[in-house]
Each structure stands twice: as structure tokens, then as C-alpha cells.
């Protein structure tokens, strides 16, 4: 048999280790998307939300709008945060965010002057590839999947939102987060689909 010689450049080899090295470092430091999003889920309050929310769709013969993990991750942080920190006042409404969490706290006011704080969260908590855009609804007692509904249908802000109406006519609307906790119904929709695997129901 005929030897081969194998040569190799031993620069190149040592840059590959390290280049090998970095990889798997930044896999580690940054797991998969399953990995960050497998703790998410959906209560029933919130699989019922995304079902009406994509009946109404339909019924304005509208495409449903697929649950994403990362958009239902940003929901359910801010209705947690809102139940927990913000109260009802003129200043800053319910799209504000308090300092008490892993994110940028803000007070939104009812000029928009700070939308990006609402557009970037979804980047900001979940890594999602696109802005995200929210509705809210408040009831002094428990939030319900019909009433906020009905609330956001009656809303003349809202109502555009879920339903592609107005200066939201040209967006189409690829991915949706939801969140029902205590007072406060949250949805997030976003334009960019989510690739993450998407919530099941909650045990």
C-alpha cells in the first residue's frame, strides 16, 4: 500500500480548536429557542382568548393567527407585572412597565411618545425577530376570555388591532401571544412568525 502524508497548517488547526471552542460556548451560553421557550404554556383562560380572537378573525374572513411561545412569554410577564406593580392612574397606562423585572421600565403615556418601549419588549424578554404590538384589558374583579373580547371590540383603538382595520390594514399579523391572570387580559401580535414550539396547556 501506498503511505499518505497528511499535512495540516498549524495555525489553522489551532484556529479551528478555537473557533470549535466558541461554538459550543455560545451554545451554551445561548441555548436553543425550545430550549428558552419550554416552560411556557397556556391556561384554559388563555386557550380559550387565542380560540375567540381567531373566530372573530374569521368570521371577517381574516386568517387565524398562530400562538407563538415568545409573544405569550411577553404577555404573560406583563400581566403579571401589571397585577402585581402598576396601578390604575392618568400618567401611565397599562402599556407601562414597571422596574421590577428583567426589562426596560417605562411609563407609557396616552401621547405615544414612548411606543418603543411597547414595540421593542417582545425583543427585549424573548428574542422575537420583530416589533410586537399589544392590547390590554382591565375588569376591577377577574378578567374573562368573552369580556375582554367584547371590551376590544368595543374599543375603537382596539378593535383595528385584532382585526387589521385602519393603519393596521396592510399588517399581517403572523404570530399572537396571549395571557389571562387575575384582572388583566394581555395579547401580543407580531408580524414575524415565531419558528419556537408552540404552548401547550398547562398541568
Known amino acids: 500500500m501506498t503511505g499518505i502524508k497528511i499535512r495540516y497548517n498549524k ?3 489551532s484556529m479551528a480548536i478555537y473557533l470549535s471552542f466558541l461554538f459550543i460556548l455560545s451554545a451554551w451560553i ?13 391556561n384554559e383562560k388563555e386557550i380559550k382568548l387565542h380560540e375567540l380572537l381567531n373566530n372573530y378573525r374569521i368570521d371577517k374572513n381574516l386568517a387565524p393567527v398562530e400562538i407563538s411561545s415568545k409573544l405569550t412569554k411577553v404577555a404573560q410577564a406583563h400581566a403579571k407585572d401589571l397585577g402585581d406593580n402598576y396601578e390604575l392612574n392618568d400618567d401611565c397606562n397599562p402599556h407601562s412597565w414597571s422596574s421590577e423585572g428583567d426589562w ?6 396616552n401621547d405615544h411618545k414612548k411606543a418603543t418601549c411597547m414595540w421593542y419588549k417582545p425583543n427585549e424578554i424573548a428574542n422575537y425577530g420583530a416589533h410586537g404590538y399589544e392590547i390590554i384589558f382591565y375588569h376591577s374583579h377577574e378578567a374573562t376570555p368573552d369580556d375582554a373580547l367584547l371590551g376590544w371590540q368595543e374599543s375603537d383603538a382596539h378593535n383595528p388591532v385584532v382585526i387589521n382595520s385602519g393603519i393596521w390594514e396592510k399588517i399581517d399579523w403572523k404570530a399572537m401571544g396571549v395571557a389571562v391572570r387575575g384582572s388583566w387580559a394581555v395579547v401580543w401580535f407580531g408580524p414575524a412568525p415565531d419558528p419556537s414550539p408552540k404552548p401547550g396547556l398547562c398541568q
Do not use: G, Q, V, W
Open 104 to 109: 426596560t421600565s417605562c411609563c407609557y403615556t
Open 11 to 13: 495555525k489553522l488547526y
Open 30 to 42: 445561548n441555548p436553543s429557542t425550545a430550549d428558552i421557550e419550554e416552560d411556557i404554556c397556556l
